[in-house]
Nanobody
Framework: QVQLVESGGGLVQAGGSLRLSCAAS????????MGWYRQAPGAQRELVAV???????NYSDSVKGRFTISRDNARNTVYLQMNSLKPEDTAVYYC?????????????????WGKGTLVTVSS
């Protein structure tokens, strides 16, 4: 069993900053990539940023230069530093992990999601 637990969401004024954290725990053998997605009301879930085990990153065009994703491999934790926040960044932010679980002698590659954390940016 694997769990992803997010924290750090909240209400902030436009131009402000927030830092999201997501910790993965459970029967984890290795983590291939971790990332953040978001879903605004009435919209589809979209990729915000992703980081691989090797440290390669990818960002959506809408957050480039404002958001930074980082990862602590030893703690199975991914962070999203969000600066210069805009009202259009308001959404539920979900943590995602592509990882390998260990179940006795077996290994499975699966994708997991956190429950989400709400970020609200007021104008």
């Amino acid at each position: 069993q694997v769990q992803l637990v997010e924290s750090g969401g909240g209400l902030v004024q436009a131009g402000g900053s927030l830092r999201l954290s997501c910790a993965a725990s459970g029967s984890i053998f290795s983590i291939n990539a971790m990332g953040w997605y978001r879903q605004a009301p009435g919209a589809q879930r979209e990729l915000v940023a992703v980081i691989t085990n090797g440290g390669s990153t990818n960002y959506s065009d809408s957050v480039k230069g404002r958001f930074t994703i980082s990862r602590d491999n030893a703690r199975n934790t991914v962070y999203l530093q969000m600066n210069s926040l805009k009202p259009e960044d308001t959404a539920v932010y979900y943590c995602n992990a592509n990882l390998v679980t260990k179940e006795a002698f077996l290994r499975y590659t699966r994708e997991y999601w956190g429950k989400g954390t709400l970020v609200t940016v007021s104008s």
